[in-house]
């Protein structure tokens, strides 16, 4: 079974600073779907990246990038030059290989951006 | 404008009510979900729908059963709700399992069992 753990539960950063959240899952599959969502305050989700479990790259969109370290079962969020709008609750997530798998998210980061 | 519309956003009921929670998605996905979110714990899977009458439990399905007549559609139903299914609840939807497709959420429904 696939489990997600997210132990920060809060981080404030000042604004135009970079942001680092922590995530460590645990599968038995060779082949799974990593993925980081955005909740904002309004209790919207919405995708914002994902890592292949066989590409070596780290994946990038925009402000947003992964550490991706297999060998430790880790998929880390960065987030640059941090605009008080990142402020939100950010959910790691898996996805196993295979076609009855479904998403696993971890418990949420809370970032607070300070002006 | 792709989107997993949920109806009602807001329900209260009292305990032992019937209670039927609506999804509707626009992208003709195969797949759709209904998760349960609760403060610290993230979203739990409750159950997923491969196409119409294609169902699975997930990983929390007791007290709730599903319904996928159609395409486009996806229920949730509790059959006697109880105190502890007070929560947020999340439908979303993928074009289909076997990609590892981007899963879109609608904007959740916020239940109270008093």
């Known amino acids: 079974a696939q489990k997600v753990t997210q132990t920060q539960t809060s981080i404030s950063v000042m604004e135009k600073t970079t942001v680092t959240m922590d995530c460590v899952y645990e599968?038995?599959?060779?082949?799974?779907?990593l993925f980081w969502y955005k909740q904002t305050a309004s209790g919207e989700i919405v995708f914002l990246i994902r890592?292949?479990?066989?590409?070596?790259e780290n994946a990038t969109v925009g402000h947003y990038s992964l550490n991706f370290q297999k060998p430790k079962s880790s998929i880390g969020l960065i987030i640059t030059a941090t605009q008080i709008e990142d402020s939100a609750v950010y959910f790691c997530?898996?996805?196993?290989?295979?076609?009855?798998?479904?998403?696993?998210f971890g418990s949420g980061t809370k970032v607070i951006v300070l002006p | 404008d792709m989107k997993v519309t949920q109806m009602p956003r807001y329900l209260i009921k009292r305990m032992g009510e019937n209670v039927l929670l609506e999804c509707g998605q626009d992208?003709?996905?195969?797949?759709m979900y209904w998760y349960r979110q609760d403060p610290g714990l993230g979203l739990q899977l409750i159950y997923i729908?491969?196409?119409?009458?294609?169902?699975s439990e997930g990983d929390i399905p007791k007290g709730y059963r599903v319904s996928r007549k159609k395409r486009e559609h996806f229920s949730l139903i509790l059959d006697s709700a109880k105190t502890n299914q007070t929560s947020v609840y999340f439908c979303?939807?993928?074009?289909?399992?076997?990609?590892?497709?981007?899963?879109?959420f609608g904007k959740g429904t916020r239940l109270t069992v008093v």
């Open positions: 979303a939807s993928s074009l289909s399992t076997a990609l590892p497709a981007e899963v879109f």
């Open positions: 599968t038995q599959d060779s082949s799974y779907f």
């Open positions: 890592q292949d479990s066989y590409k070596k």
């Open positions: 997530a898996m996805r196993e290989e295979g076609f009855a798998s479904a998403l696993t």
């Open positions: 992208m003709s996905h195969e797949t």
């Open positions: 729908s491969y196409d119409v009458d294609s169902n």
